[in-house]
């Protein structure tokens, strides 16, 4: 069993700036590729970025690429998400989420997720 927490949301600015992070617990954190997704009232949860096991191996939702970066620190057993220049179109819940074995752009890969952290970008 893993336990994700996410924290670091909050209201923005257009062009400001976030840092999230994914605090886990439980099983060996090493051991899950890592995924930040977000979900906006009345849509499908999307995928935005995610890490594999190591951190050797990044992926980037075309939305968000060139602005938002994924990293995890496995000592740390947490994974960040900075987001950069936001966007109004950026406000949602985001979610974190650990999974091991499958496509990790994909959420039903997923075998843990949080309980999500509320962003909010102000034009």
């Known amino acids: 069993q893993v336990q994700l927490a996410e924290s670091g949301g909050g209201l923005v600015q257009a062009g400001g700036s976030l840092t999230l992070s994914c605090a886990a617990s439980?099983?060996?954190?090493?051991?899950?590729?890592m995924g930040w997704f977000r979900q906006a009232p009345g849509k499908e949860r999307d995928f935005v970025a995610a890490?594999?096991?190591?951190?050797?191996?990044?992926y980037i939702a075309n939305s968000v690429k060139g602005r938002f970066t994924i990293s995890r620190d496995n000592a740390k057993k947490t994974v960040y998400l900075q987001m950069n220049s936001l966007k109004p179109e950026d406000t949602a819940v985001y979610y974190c989420?650990?999974?091991?074995?499958?496509?990790?752009?994909?959420?039903?890969?997923?075998?843990?997720w949080g309980q999500g952290t509320q962003v909010t970008v102000s034009s």
């Open positions: 989420g650990a999974e091991s074995g499958g496509d990790p752009t994909i959420s039903y890969s997923y075998d843990y």
């Open positions: 890490i594999g096991w190591s951190g050797a191996i990044t």
């Open positions: 439980g099983r060996t954190f090493s051991g899950y590729a």
